[in-house]
């Protein structure tokens, strides 16, 4: 079930950056891993911030690892 949860807050977190930074959207599959690496940055960076946020709490630290992750590539592409 763990599984389930974590492509679904992938698939919404990844959908919402995609979104907020303009990059239009990658797919499901697309959106779904910028949302699970866009978690895994959001919890290093944010972790301590949200204890015990819940799925909201979850889905605004995906996202926010994920609008990280879409600025940076954006300008890794650029170079």
């Known amino acids: 079930m763990e599984i389930v949860w974590l492509l679904l807050v992938g698939l ?7 979104m907020l930074v303009g990059a239009g959207g990658y797919g499901v599959i697309g959106d779904i ?3 699970i690496l ?3 940055i959001g919890g290093w ?3 301590g911030m949200w204890p015990g946020g819940g799925l909201l709490g979850s889905i605004l630290v995906a996202t926010l690892g994920a609008i990280i992750l879409l ?6 592409r650029r170079v």
């Open 12 to 18: 919404i977190a990844g959908w919402l950056a995609g």
């Open 33 to 35: 891993v910028v949302g």
């Open 45 to 47: 960076l944010f972790g």
């Open 71 to 76: 600025v940076v590539l954006r300008l890794v």
């Open 38 to 40: 866009g978690a895994l």
